[in-house]
C-alpha cells in the first residue's frame, strides 16, 4: 500500500509538475515579451494553460523519423531512462515527517550519482541518432558535464553536514530552526546552477541549443521528441524539489500541511530557474569551464569549509 | 473529428523554413505569429515553407530538405517557384499575412488525415553507398572513417589543439538552414567540436539593396527614411545574435520593437538589458577577430567596429550639418561587431529624429552607405562569404556561429544584372 502511494506520489508529482513547468514558464514568457503574441484569432493559443497541452498532442500525433543506421534502442531508451533518472530524484525527497517515498539513507548521495548519469544519457541520445548536430550537442554536454557535477557535490556535502546524515530527511528535519539558504548563503545560488546543467536549461543548455538546431534532439520528432522534452522538465521539477529540501526548509512550515509548503517552495525554485533561464544568454562551454573551475569550484570549497566551520561552533 | 487531433489542431503549427532571396526580414516577422512555431530542425516541422526565391543551383539541396520532413508533409510557397515534382499540388501565395491561416489549414488537414502529403523527391537510397576501403567496406581504415549511410564517420589524424589524434568529422551545412546567411553552404571539419576546416560551397544568396538606398543614388531621399531603415536592418541582425545565445524571448522582443519603430525612439533600455544579462560575454564574445583587409572586404559596421573610417555618410553636407560623425573603432570581434550595431542603430534613429523635424534630405548622390556597406553606382558590395575559410578554423562550434551571424556577408545584387 505504502509503495503503491509512494509510487504514485511520484509519477503526479512529475506529471502535474511538468504541466506546471511548461504553464509557469509561458506566463513568464509572455511577461517578458518573448512569447509570439501576433496572428489573427490566436487568443486560445494564448491561454498558457491549454497551450502546453495543445503542443503536446501536436507531438504526439507527429510523425515519427528514423535516421540511417542508428542505434535503435540507445535512441529509444535515452529519454526513458533520463525520466527514470528524474522520479529516482523525486523518490528520496519527503513529502511531510511521516511520508517520504524511498527513505534512503544515502540519499544526498543518490543525488549526487544521478548527475553523472544523466551525462551518460545525454550523450547517448546525442551519439544513437548517428548524425552530426546531435553527437556535437553530446560531446559538448560531456565535456562541461563535470564542472557543474563537482561543485553539485561539494554543495550537497554542505547541507549534509550539520543533518550529521546523507538522508534527506534528516537533512530537511536539521534546518528546523534555521534554513541552510541562510546558514549556507552560497549554497542555493550554486545549487541553481546544477539544476539548469542537468536539465540543460536557459544559459546551460549546452546539448540542445539552437545553434546546434537542436543538438541532441534535431533528429528526434513526435512522440521521442515529446518523451525527451518531458523527461527535461520533469528533471526541472525533480530538481526543485531536492533543492527545496535541502535549502528551503522542505516540507516543514507552519500552519499548512507538509506537502503544500514543499509544493510552495518548489514553485518558488521552479519560477527562478525558469526566469534565470529566459533571462541569461549561453557562454561559450569554453568561458563556462573557465568559470566553473576558476570561481564556481572555489566557491563551492569555501561553502563547504563554511558548512564545517559552523558545525564545528 | 477525434478529441486529440482537435486539441493538435489549437496548437501552432510546425513549420521550417527554406528561406530564399530577400526574405530574410519577413520570415523575421512570421516569427511574432503566435499561429505558427518555427523549429529548429526540419524533422519536427510538419510544413516546409520555402520564402523567397531560389536560385537553380541549390534546388537539388532543397529536393532533399523537402525529403528531410517526416512524411506526411506540406510545403508551402511565398513568391517562390515550385519544384518540378510538386508543382501540380503546390500551395503557392502572395500575401505575407496569409501564411498563419494557410499554414493552419494545411497542418488540420494532416491532422486529420483529410489530405495526403507529399510524394518524396529523392529516391530512397543512402547517398554514398556502403562500399569501398576499409575492413568494413565503410571506405576508411579499419572500423574508422569513409561515409557508411552517406554519413561520414571520424578517422584519427592530428588535432588542432593538443596533438592527440582524434576524431575529425567533415560534413556540410547550408544552403537552408536558418542559422546561417540564406544560401549560404559550407563543408567543415571538425575536431571534437572546433572547427578545423571550412570550405565554402555556396555562398549566401544576393540581397537586393532597399529601395530607399537605391533612390538616394538618383535623387535626394529623406534621410529620416534612410535611417530608419539602417536601425531597423541593425537591429533585426542583433536579434537573430541573441537568438543564437539562447536570448530568444528578449530576441522576439526586439523584433516586435523594430514592427514599431519611430524615429526619436531610444534603444538605450535594450543595450542596458543586454549588458545587465551578460550577451556582452556570450558565446563569440572576444572571437572571430577579422583583419584590417578582411575588414575591408566586409565594409559596413563591421569595418567600422574594426576601426575603417569607412562611412559615405560623411561625404554628406547635409548630414554633416546633423552633426553626423561615424562611431566604431570598438574591436575586431563579435562583441565589437553587437556593440557597432547597437551604437549605429541608436545613433540612426537619433539621426531620423532630427532629420524628420528638419525635413533634411541627402545631397550627395555619387555614393550611400546603406547597411551592408558602401555603394555605388555600378559597385555594390560583393559576397564576402569566403572570409569564413580564414576566420572560422581554431574556434569553438557556438564561437563559428556566433561569428558567422555577427557578419554581413551576403554580397548586394547589382540590379543592372536582370533581378528577378
Excluded at chain 1, 3 to 12: G, H
Excluded at chain 2, 45 to 54: E, K, M, S, T
Excluded at chain 2, 360 to 378: K, W
Excluded at chain 2, 381 to 409: K, N, Q, V
Amino acid at each position: 500500500m505504502d509503495l503503491m502511494l509512494s509510487v504514485i506520489a511520484v509519477l503526479a508529482t512529475l506529471s502535474v509538475g511538468a504541466y506546471a513547468v511548461a504553464v509557469i514558464d509561458r506566463i513568464c514568457g509572455v511577461a517578458m515579451g518573448g512569447e509570439a503574441t501576433g496572428g489573427a484569432g490566436v487568443h486560445d493559443r494564448r491561454n498558457p494553460f491549454l497551450a502546453p497541452l495543445s503542443r503536446a498532442a501536436a507531438l504526439w500525433l507527429a510523425p515519427p523519423h528514423v535516421t540511417e543506421a542508428p542505434d535503435a534502442a540507445g535512441w529509444r531508451l535515452a529519454p526513458v531512462l533520463y525520466l527514470t533518472l528524474a522520479g529516482m530524484g523525486l523518490a528520496v525527497v519527503p513529502w511531510s515527517e511521516t511520508f517520504v517515498p524511498v527513505d534512503l539513507a544515502t540519499g544526498i548521495v543518490l543525488w549526487g550519482a544521478l548527475e553523472p548519469l544523466a551525462t551518460v544519457l545525454i550523450f547517448l541520445h546525442g551519439w544513437s541518432p548517428n548524425s552530426h548536430l546531435p553527437l556535437l550537442g553530446g560531446y559538448r554536454y560531456v565535456a562541461v558535464g563535470l564542472s557543474y557535477i563537482l561543485v553539485s557535490m561539494f554543495v550537497l556535502i554542505a547541507v549534509a553536514l550539520p543533518a550529521e546524515s546523507l538522508q534527506v530527511s534528516a537533512v530537511v528535519e536539521s534546518q528546523q530552526e534555521l534554513w541552510n539558504v541562510v546558514r549556507q548563503p552560497l549554497g542555493l545560488p550554486l545549487f541553481l546552477i546544477v539544476g539548469l546543467g542537468i536539465s540543460f536549461w536557459g544559459p546551460l543548455d549546452f546539448a540542445d541549443s539552437n545553434d546546434l538546431a537542436g543538438g541532441t534532439s534535431a533528429e528526434s520528432s513526435g512522440r521521442a521528441l515529446l518523451v525527451w522534452q518531458f523527461a527535461r522538465i520533469a528533471m526541472l521539477v525533480s530538481f526543485s524539489a531536492i533543492a527545496a529540501s535541502a535549502f528551503l526548509g522542505g516540507w516543514m512550515g507552519p500552519l499548512l500541511p507538509g506537502p503544500i509548503w514543499l509544493v510552495i517552495k518548489m514553485v518558488f525554485i521552479l519560477v527562478l530557474l525558469l526566469v534565470l533561464g529566459r533571462l541569461l544568454p549561453r557562454l561559450s562551454p569554453e568561458r563556462f569551464m573557465t568559470l566553473a573551475w576558476t570561481v564556481l569550484l572555489p566557491l563551492a570549497f569555501v561553502d563547504l569549509v563554511w558548512a564545517g566551520l559552523e558545525a564545528l561552533s | 473529428m477525434n478529441w486529440l487531433a482537435r486539441l493538435a489542431c489549437r496548437a501552432p503549427v510546425p513549420v521550417y523554413p527554406a528561406i530564399g532571396r530577400n526574405a530574410l526580414p519577413q520570415i523575421q516577422d512570421w516569427r511574432l505569429d503566435a499561429r505558427l512555431q518555427w523549429t529548429r530542425s526540419p524533422r519536427q516541422a510538419r510544413i516546409l515553407l520555402v520564402a523567397g526565391d531560389i536560385l537553380p543551383e541549390c534546388r537539388p539541396a532543397l529536393r532533399r530538405l523537402h525529403d528531410q520532413l517526416p512524411a506526411p508533409s506540406i510545403t508551402l510557397w511565398w513568391r517562390s517557384t515550385p519544384l518540378a515534382g510538386l508543382a501540380d499540388r503546390a500551395v503557392v501565395f502572395e500575401d505575407a499575412d496569409e501564411l498563419g491561416t494557410i499554414a493552419g489549414d494545411a497542418c488540420r488537414s494532416l491532422l486529420l488525415g483529410d489530405r495526403q502529403g507529399e510524394p518524396n523527391l529523392c529516391p530512397d537510397e543512402p547517398p554514398a553507398p556502403f562500399e569501398g576501403r576499409g575492413d568494413h567496406g565503410q571506405g576508411g581504415e579499419g572500423m574508422m572513417g569513409g561515409k557508411p549511410y552517406g554519413r561520414p564517420m571520424a578517422m584519427t589524424a592530428e588535432d588542432l589543439r593538443d596533438g592527440l589524434e582524434l576524431d575529425p568529422l567533415e560534413f556540410s551545412i547550408g544552403p537552408f538552414w536558418p542559422v546561417l546567411p540564406p544560401g549560404l553552404a559550407a563543408r567543415l571539419v571538425l575536431h571534437g567540436d572546433v572547427i578545423a576546416e571550412v570550405e565554402i560551397t555556396s555562398a549566401p544568396f544576393p540581397v537586393d539593396l532597399q529601395p530607399v538606398f537605391e533612390q538616394a543614388l538618383e535623387r535626394p531621399v529623406p534621410i529620416a527614411d534612410l535611417e530608419m531603415a539602417r536601425a531597423r536592418n541593425h537591429l533585426r541582425q542583433l536579434s537573430h545574435s541573441m537568438w543564437l545565445s539562447g536570448l530568444e524571448s528578449a530576441s522576439l522582443s526586439v523584433l516586435r520593437q523594430v514592427q514599431a519603430l519611430q524615429p526619436h525612439d531610444s534603444i538605450s533600455g535594450l543595450c542596458e538589458r543586454l549588458r545587465r544579462v551578460g550577451f556582452f560575454f556570450s558565446a563569440g564574445a572576444g572571437r572571430g577577430e577579422i583583419s584590417l583587409e578582411q575588414a575591408e572586404r566586409l565594409g559596413g559596421p563591421a569595418a567600422r567596429a574594426a576601426g575603417l573610417e569607412q562611412d559615405a555618410r560623411t561625404r554628406d553636407p547635409e548630414y554633416r550639418k546633423l552633426g553626423f560623425r561615424p562611431v566604431g573603432g570598438r574591436g575586431n570581434d563579435c562583441r565589437a561587431r553587437w556593440q557597432q550595431w547597437l551604437d549605429e542603430a541608436s545613433q540612426a534613429l537619433h539621426l531620423a529624429g532630427r532629420a524628420r523635424s528638419s525635413g533634411a534630405e541627402t545631397s550627395y548622390t555619387e555614393s550611400v552607405e546603406a547597411p551592408r556597406g558602401n555603394v555605388q553606382c555600378g559597385r555594390y558590395p560583393a559576397d564576402a562569404s569566403a572570409i569564413l575559410s580564414e576566420l572560422l578554423p581554431g574556434l569553438e562550434w557556438s564561437e563559428a556561429m556566433a561569428t558567422i551571424a555577427s557578419l554581413d556577408l551576403a554580397g548586394v545584387a547589382d540590379p543592372g544584372e536582370g533581378r528577378a
